[in-house]
């Protein structure tokens, strides 16, 4: 999702002290003085996007029946990309399914990202990565309708002036035509479509990419496709060039040199000891001795090591979290045949993809828990038939998490029963 806000929020609610014993009022007239501010807030806006030359009558058609949907609010600090340990994250996005799924993309938009690639200077593998990542080929845009979402969060919690002017770039990108606003959904934060744009990025970035005369990324594959190429290429892509290379360290690496802003020449790397997975010395395709280099430690010393080139910054800058790129990058590298990583994360307890989250489900389903279908998602529901399953076999601590230790114990358990 391409964005640029902080990834931390907290929104505090008014709180009324009463002498007398009051219920119903002390319930209802937080949420009606919040609700008038809420009204308050939009008819604000509403003059802004007048004030920008938008029509009145169709700002207020768009704005007028809008209601704040205060769910989002604490989602400012839940952004997975951040809260969610790394080998989880990735196990989930960069699966089996997912590298089978973009491959079968590849073959049949071929023609299509051909035209792309060549346009933009960013490869095929790569462009189809950012699709699977963001809505797992157009599959997910996210359910929560658009202007509800953006008008909320630019009225109450931190960061409003910032989600002002996404709604306000999306009530212009609505009038302009570009856009239906029936039915436009997408994610808590306002980035949409089929590669997750937020609405500013979208006035900025989008392009036509169906020479049909408008920027349509959520019913247009090839306007999308073309679209996150040619965010890429404004990124800084350079044509030819691997986005990395996973790498050993010598034993006495100073990890104050890891991180993706301490970069130094190529040459530099390699005179530190630095050495691709297979030994030898370090050279790399399209890379020049002169090209400077960052080394990074998701997972810390005892994890996977990447050497990271001025590609992966472009990655990196679609939606700014180490995870984030790292998935993308990786899926790309499996999209075109290459391994994924090699190093096993420093975790006694790995996550677990799809096939196998839809497996823990199918079992705890058979042993009674309500968590509706197994769909491979695991939602507060399952995370709680998690916990109890972990509490009844006397796990210490019983975090509701999705891993391998407890698919491994539930399974053991049916197996034996069997």
């Excluded at 280099?293 to 939606?319: C, E, H, K, M, W």
């Amino acid at each position: 999702m391409i964005k640029t806000i902080a990834s931390r929020a907290r929104h505090t609610g008014l709180a009324l002290a009463l002498a007398l014993p009051l219920p119903a009022l002390a319930q209802v007239a937080p949420a009606a003085i919040d609700d008038a501010a809420f009204q308050r807030c939009l008819q604000g806006i509403t003059a802004s996007a007048v004030q920008q030359g938008l029509p009145a009558d169709r700002v207020q058609g768009l704005l007028g029946g809008v209601v704040a949907d205060r769910s989002v609010l604490p989602l400012l600090d839940q952004q997975p990309e951040f809260t969610t340990p790394i080998w989880d994250y990735l196990a989930a996005l960069v699966d089996a399914q997912r590298i089978s799924d973009g491959q079968q993309r590849l073959a049949e938009h071929g023609a299509l990202l051909q035209q792309v690639s060549a346009s933009y200077g960013v490869d095929a593998a790569t462009v189809v990565a950012v699709w699977g990542v963001e809505s797992d080929y157009g599959r997910v845009f996210g359910k929560r309708p658009l202007l509800q979402s953006l008008a909320t969060l630019g009225c109450e919690g931190r960061r409003q002036a910032f989600f002002r002017s996404e709604l306000l770039a999306l009530l212009k990108l609505l009038a302009a035509g570009d856009l239906s606003a029936d039915g436009l959904t997408g994610s808590w934060a306002g980035a949409f479509g089929h590669t997750q744009f937020m609405p500013s990025t979208y006035a900025r970035i989008a392009v036509d990419g169906d020479g049909d005369g408008r920027r349509d990324l959520v019913a247009s594959i090839p306007d999308a496709l073309a679209s996150t190429a040619n965010y890429l290429k404004r990124a800084g892509w350079r044509s030819g060039q691997p986005w990395g290379v996973e790498v050993t360290l010598p034993a006495a690496f100073d990890v104050a040199l890891a991180g993706r802003s301490k970069r130094q020449p190529l040459s530099q790397w390699r005179a530190l000891g630095v050495r691709p997975l297979g030994g030898g010395e370090l050279q790399v395709d399209g890379i020049a001795d002169a090209d400077r280099a960052a080394v990074i430690l998701p997972a810390g010393r005892n994890g996977p090591a990447l050497l990271v080139f001025r590609n992966y910054d472009a990655i990196y800058s679609y939606n700014a979290a180490e995870s984030y790129a790292l998935a993308i990058a990786t899926l790309a590298n499996q999209l075109r045949g290459q391994p994924g990583l090699q190093t096993p994360w420093p975790t006694d307890d790995p996550g677990l993809d799809r096939a196998q989250r839809r497996a823990l489900q199918q079992l705890l389903l058979a042993r009674g828990h309500a968590i509706g279908e197994a769909d491979g998602m695991i939602g507060s529901a399952t995370r709680r038939a998690i916990a109890a399953e972990q509490t009844r076999l006397g796990w210490a601590n019983a975090d509701g998490r999705a891993g391998q230790k407890i698919l491994a114990a539930l399974k053991g358990e049916t197996e034996s029963r069997n």
